[in-house]
């Protein structure tokens, strides 16, 4: 193969691409959150101005939708991150090839984004932070019943 020198222009490009897309996700993940806690602020306030406890449960909608989101931009960036990462061992090894350096996207395909999509699932990045919002929902629900 045709393997490609360190301090080749292109490997630069590519290597900010690369951080691009991972900054481009994590930007992702933190709006989730602010569209989140914005959301559900905005339901909790109507409910509670209203004196609907019932309704408090519309929250979950959004918290759920939005955990989901979260936990996806999160499985990307970490699967971007390990290309970015295998792209440099390559890059140490002097085995980095041409065709390295032209592919952005994830290293498994389509099966390995649902497995990533587990690992932002599980990661303590969002179950801290979701958590509380529904712990805050159901205080709610409880404190104007």
């Given at each position: 193969?045709n393997?490609?020198n360190h301090d080749s222009?292109s490997v630069l490009?590519y290597?900010?691409?690369l951080?691009?897309?991972?900054s481009r996700?994590?930007?992702?993940s933190?709006?989730?959150?602010t569209w989140c806690?914005?959301l559900?602020?905005a339901?909790?306030v109507a409910?509670?101005?209203k004196?609907?406890p019932?309704y408090?449960?519309?929250a979950?909608i959004?918290?759920?939708l939005f955990?989901?989101?979260?936990a996806?931009?999160?499985?990307l960036?970490k699967?971007?991150?390990?290309?970015?990462?295998n792209?440099i061992?390559?890059?140490?090894?002097?085995?980095?090839?041409?065709?390295?350096?032209?592919?952005?996207?994830?290293e498994?395909g389509?099966r390995?984004?649902?497995?990533l999509?587990?690992t932002?699932?599980?990661?303590?990045?969002?179950?801290?932070?979701?958590?509380?919002l529904l712990?805050?929902i159901?205080?709610v629900?409880?404190y104007?019943?």
């Amino acid at each position: 193969m045709n393997n490609i020198n360190h301090d080749s222009p292109s490997v630069l490009s590519y290597l900010v691409t690369l951080q691009g897309v991972i900054s481009r996700m994590s930007a992702n993940s933190a709006s989730c959150k602010t569209w989140c806690i914005t959301l559900v602020s905005a339901i909790l306030v109507a409910v509670a101005d209203k004196k609907l406890p019932d309704y408090v449960w519309i929250a979950l909608i959004p918290t759920l939708l939005f955990f989901f989101l979260d936990a996806y931009y999160l499985g990307l960036e970490k699967g971007f991150r390990s290309r970015y990462n295998n792209y440099i061992e390559k890059l140490h090894a002097n085995s980095a090839t041409l065709q390295d350096t032209f592919v952005v996207s994830l290293e498994c395909g389509q099966r390995c984004v649902l497995c990533l999509f587990v690992t932002g699932l599980r990661s303590v990045s969002v179950w801290p932070f979701y958590f509380v919002l529904l712990s805050l929902i159901v205080f709610v629900h409880q404190y104007f019943q």
